[in-house]
């Protein structure tokens, strides 16, 4: 690691919710706090349409506004940030070492609030249509739809979600499910059931996306019938869940088999100094709201770490 290397009492990694809520509360104890992110603050919820189960906001908040005010608040209590992504982290006695693709930065304490990746679906055509036709951002590019049909693969909330947020734009939204059970909350399932542009296909799977030069149709193999079905789309919304952005911890931290990083109530992982918040961190709920806990509880735990490290 060469370079001048700057001192930070808690570096956190990743600009998500958990990450943002860390910073803030590291910032307000009086901590000197880097948060580092690699692509954009406020991660995946930025281009949430509508929240409306995060606590205080009965009519529901916009993923880019709730962002912005929690990035202002912890600015005013002195965050710092920089675009950077974390490539590996060393310790070095009470020291910890976060090596980006640019610097590194010497901390006390780290929080790592990575979040995840999107999980490729892994069907036959959708890397080669991804960006003509294939995406995971309804937000992003539904509007390229307009009174066309597509599909939306996966049954969690994130497939519900982004597509009852297609029907603004598409002619019909088909959503394909590999279970006859969906995992999405009942709220969701609900207003889906409800909508007459969706079409939920459960049991099945989607095979393969065709076209020439972009998504034209999919195949879809029905599971209970054992047979497939070419079907009209324009485009594919893969939202098939995430992946742990945890290899950098590789050698340095537990991990399970899955990439999560084990922790205990203090969100510590097994590295002293070390915490995991969020969606990097094993048995998280997924939820924004237990993001932002997860923050917090990291934060007041290296704050009480760091004071031991004082004394
Ligand atoms: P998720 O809950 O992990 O769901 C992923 C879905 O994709 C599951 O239905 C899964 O099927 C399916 N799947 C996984 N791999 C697949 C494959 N290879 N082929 C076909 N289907 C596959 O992910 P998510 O929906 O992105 O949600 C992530 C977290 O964020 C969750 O905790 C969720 O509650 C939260 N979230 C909340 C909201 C909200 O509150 N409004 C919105 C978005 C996300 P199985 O069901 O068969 O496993």
């Known amino acids: 690691m060469g370079g001048t290397v700057k001192r930070y009492d808690i570096v956190i990694v990743g600009g998500g919710m958990a990450g943002l809520s860390a910073a803030l509360y590291g910032s307000w104890l009086g901590h000197r706090v880097l948060l580092l992110e690699r692509e954009v603050i406020g991660g995946e919820i930025i281009n949430a349409d509508k929240i409306e189960n995060f606590p205080g906001f009965p009519d529901g908040i916009q993923g880019a506004d709730l962002v912005a005010q929690t990035e202002l608040q912890a600015m005013k209590f002195g965050m710092e940030s920089t675009y950077q992504e974390a490539r590996a982290i060393r310790v070095s006695g009470e020291n ?8 590194a930065y010497e901390a006390k304490a780290v ?11 892994g069907a036959k055509g959708e890397a080669e249509f991804e960006g ?19 599909a939306v693969v996966g049954g969690g909330d994130t497939a519900l979600d982004e597509g009852l947020f297609l029907t603004q734009f598409a002619s019909k939204v088909t959503i394909i499910h590999r279970r006859g059970r969906l995992r999405a909350s009942e709220t969701l399932q609900e207003r889906a059931r409800g909508n007459p542009k ?3 296909l459960l049991d099945s799977v989607l ?11 999919i195949r879809v193999h029905d599971l209970k019938a054992q047979s497939s079905s ?4 324009a ?5 098939v869940g995430f992946e742990p952005s945890t290899a950098f911890l590789k050698g340095l931290v537990e991990l399970d088999a899955m990439g999560h990083v084990p922790v205990d109530l203090n969100m510590q992982t097994s590295v002293p100094g070390i915490y995991a918040v969020g969606y990097a961190r094993k048995s998280s709920v997924g939820q924004l709201a237990s993001a932002a806990g997860d923050g917090v509880t990291a934060a007041v735990a290296a704050h009480r770490y760091l004071s031991g490290l004082k004394s």
Not at 235 to 239: D, E, Q
């Open 207 to 217: 095979e393969e996306i065709t076209g020439k030069g972009c998504v034209e149709a």
């Open 96 to 103: 910890r070492l976060v090596q980006t693709n640019e610097e």
């Open 198 to 200: 969706i079409d939920l």
């Open 132 to 150: 003509k036709g294939v995406s995971h951002c309804a937000t992003c590019d539904g509007a390229f739809f307009v009174e066309k049909p597509v």
């Open 230 to 233: 070419l079907v009209a789309v």
């Open 235 to 239: 485009g594919v919304f893969t939202c």
């Open 111 to 121: 929080i790592v609030a990575a979040g995840g990746a999107h999980r490729a679906l």
